[in-house]
């Protein structure tokens, strides 16, 4: 089973929420940090770091000697990252997405695979657990085909050693939050009743809602402004699997980068009952009831 721990904005508490259940996972288990562009699951878990690799874009680079300029590249490539200007052929490495189109497509065979480093994947333990992370090179733009060879180093690592895996996925609805949800059997939405959490939630709702996936809410910091959230999640049928309260302790625990379901038993009872909701979500187990701290 792959969960995926989402958020509508940053600061909601997703990787609090990630960091919380992968301490409380009862069976083999991978973290996967896949918020990329800023990873932090580690300040939480600690891993142990047991290997790390450069990762490479493909891009194509031109043997102009056999290039015709007959543009038919620069046609096929939707990102405009080649283009053909009468004799004069432009690649733009940084736009483009690696996918190889032109490579294939060049009748000339003008065009081989190059590489472009797009950021660094380290691995390890954290616990009882394996733990995996990618963080893209500063200034990089091109995260989700970095996020696609995190992706694979995760699919070799579940190979070797069968288990589940739990994504802390980027905030927010944009490509990379999508290329991290789409091949998970749950999504955890994590949000907190506040005017701005509430309002980028429904974005969430409304992006993932049409992946067809089983979703469930987790809100952190209840009992923070309105009831709106709860009355918007009955509407759309999403259940809400945990409610985490809006608690000093918490904050401080947090601030710390402690993960907060060590702070107390009731928190840790809150996490383990929202594994056993996530695994009924995902038609895994039995029913389960709503966790509450
Ligand atoms: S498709 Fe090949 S031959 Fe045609 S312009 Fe592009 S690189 Fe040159
Ligand atoms: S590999 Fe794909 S994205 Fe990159 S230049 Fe070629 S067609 Fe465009």
């Known amino acids: 089973m792959?969960?995926?721990v989402a958020s509508g904005k940053g600061g909601t508490g997703k990787?609090?929420?990630?960091?919380?259940?992968?301490?409380?996972?009862?069976?083999?288990?991978?973290a996967v940090d896949l918020d990329v562009e800023e990873p932090n699951l580690h300040l939480f878990l600690r891993p142990t770091v047991e290997g790390r690799e450069a990762a490479h874009l493909e891009i194509p680079v031109l043997d102009q000697s056999r290039c015709t300029y007959c543009g038919t590249c620069s046609d096929l490539c939707q990102f405009k990252a080649i283009s053909v200007m009468g004799k004069l052929v432009l690649i733009?490495?940084?736009?483009?997405?690696?996918?190889?189109?032109?490579?294939?497509i060049c009748p000339?065979?003008?065009?081989?695979p190059g590489q472009r480093e797009l950021g660094e994947i380290s691995w390890g333990r954290a616990g009882g657990a394996q733990f995996?992370?990618?963080?893209?090179?500063?200034?990089?733009?091109?995260?989700?085909?970095?996020?696609?060879?995190?992706?694979?180093?995760?699919?070799?690592?579940?190979?070797?050693?069968?288990?589940?895996?739990?994504?802390?996925?980027?905030?927010?609805?944009?490509c990379p939050a999508v290329n991290a949800v789409i091949d998970s059997d749950v999504i955890i939405l994590v949000?907190?009743?506040?005017?701005?959490?509430?309002?980028?939630?429904?974005?969430?709702?409304?992006?993932?809602a049409p992946l067809g996936k089983p979703m469930g809410t987790v809100v952190n910091r209840a009992g923070l402004?309105?009831?709106?959230?709860?009355?918007?999640?009955?509407?759309?049928g999403l259940p809400i699997l945990a409610e985490i309260p809006f608690d000093r302790a918490i904050a401080e625990a947090y601030a710390r980068g402690r993960v907060i379901a060590d702070v107390s038993p009731q928190l840790r009872?809150?996490?383990?009952?929202l594994r056993g909701v996530i695994r009924d979500l995902a038609g895994r187990s039995r029913p389960g009831e709503v966790a509450h701290a």
């Not at 990787?15 to 991978?30: E, I």
């Not at 000339?108 to 081989?112: G, I, T, Y």
């Not at 005017?195 to 992006?207: I, N, R, S, V």
């Open 2 to 4: 792959i969960v995926s």
């Open 15 to 30: 990787t609090t929420v990630a960091a919380s259940l992968t301490t409380v996972w009862d069976g083999p288990l991978v």
């Open 92 to 104: 733009f490495p940084e736009m483009c997405h690696g996918c190889g189109g032109c490579l294939a």
């Open 108 to 112: 000339e065979k003008a065009l081989s």
């Open 132 to 174: 995996l992370m990618g963080r893209l090179r500063v200034g990089e733009a091109m995260s989700p085909p970095f996020m696609r060879l995190v992706k694979a180093k995760l699919d070799e690592m579940l190979a070797a050693s069968p288990g589940d895996a739990i994504l802390d996925a980027p905030p927010g609805v944009s």
């Open 191 to 208: 949000t907190e009743p506040t005017p701005f959490g509430f309002h980028d939630f429904q974005l969430a709702w409304e992006a993932f």
């Open 225 to 236: 402004g309105s009831k709106d959230l709860y009355g918007f999640c009955r509407d759309k």
């Open 269 to 273: 009872e809150t996490f383990v009952s």
